[in-house]
């Protein structure tokens, strides 16, 4: 469930599937952003050079309709990296209601 993203605040509860996951390297999983329209989210981990860890993150599955979804995930997704560095590098939680 994503609760309060972006910046329109919404939820989204979605019973997506894992489609596959490599023990740290990658992880993907399936889900429907919007109405007729299943994506595959993807995230692929690789050592940074000097320590850290590079974060690729793909979606694949949309079409010429959905470009609007497009971009509301793509901020959405944005925003939830940011956490996951400010967690993950401080130990600092910017979201206390999720």
């Known amino acids: 469930m994503w609760t309060n993203w972006g910046k329109e605040r919404i939820t989204i509860k979605d019973g997506g599937r894992i489609v596959n996951q490599i023990q740290d390297k990658h992880f993907s999983f399936e889900w429907s952003p919007a109405n007729q329209l ?36 793509a901020g959405g997704l944005g925003e939830a990296l940011m956490l996951l560095k400010a967690y993950m590098e401080y130990g600092i939680k910017l979201r206390t209601n999720v």
């Open 38 to 73: 299943t994506t595959t989210v993807s995230f692929d981990l690789e050592e940074a050079e000097g320590g850290g860890t590079y974060i690729t993150v793909t979606e694949t599955g949309y079409t010429k309709d959905h470009l609007s979804t497009l971009v509301h995930c």
